[in-house]
């Protein structure tokens, strides 16, 4: 599929029966699942039969994982779906909603790459959590206040709404705290 579509039921009559499906679909993939499982513990081949249950059961994982019936990002299987091509996946409305928020906030963000980059270089420092000169008492963390990435920021000459801002996206993607900026939000730069 190439375009970006969403399959929307408001009928609560019809939601039901669609998530009914959904959970016969999950019990049979559990069932096929299960025996596919079976049959290896059971025969202990050593040769390619083995490897290609193997594959078959990967292969039913994935067919699970990229299905309409199925949010990856938050795990529910009852909710209305919209297709990502860029992602080549089916999200929930709301996963996808926040997605597309975060990325507009990412996009409207007035810090450039070098300011980016010069400040996941002074957090990772001396002045941050000091994961350069890592020592026995490990990194420095200031809390979820942010207190470290704050005072550089503020060093840096960025505004406090900026700072927001920046924050609110690294909160997002798992920084909830200064190390944790450094330790999950970097790469979403
Ligand atoms: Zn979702
Ligand atoms: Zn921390």
């Known amino acids: 599929m190439k375009k970006e579509r969403a399959i929307i039921i408001k009928n609560p009559r ?3 029966i669609r998530n009914e499906l959904r959970n ?4 049979w993939i559990d069932d096929i699942w299960s025996s596919l499982t079976e049959q290896i513990e059971k ?3 050593d040769d390619d039969r083995s490897t290609i249950i193997l594959r078959n059961r990967s292969e039913l994982c994935l067919f699970e994982e990229l299905s309409i019936c199925l949010c990856l990002h ?3 299987r009852d909710k209305d779906m919209i297709y990502r091509p860029d992602m080549r996946q089916w999200l929930c409305i709301e996963c996808n909603s926040e997605i597309v928020y975060y990325d507009k906030l990412r996009n409207e963000l007035q ?4 300011e980016i980059e010069e400040f996941f270089n002074r957090l990772k420092g001396g002045e941050g959590i000091g994961i350069t000169r890592l020592t026995r ?3 420095k963390c200031g809390g979820d206040s942010y207190p470290l990435s704050r005072a550089i920021l503020t060093k840096m000459g960025i505004s406090p709404e900026i700072q927001d801002q920046f924050l609110r996206f690294c909160r997002y993607y798992g920084g909830h705290c200064d190390c944790e900026i450094w330790l999950n939000s970097a790469r979403f730069f």
């Not at 016969?24 to 019990?27: A, C, D, E, P, V």
């Not at 810090?111 to 070098?114: E, I, P, Y």
């Open 137 to 139: 008492s490990g990194i």
């Open 111 to 114: 810090m450039n790459k070098s």
């Open 74 to 76: 938050c795990g529910h």
């Open 43 to 45: 025969h202990n081949w």
């Open 24 to 27: 016969i679909l999950q019990l």
């Open 14 to 16: 019809l939601r039901r």
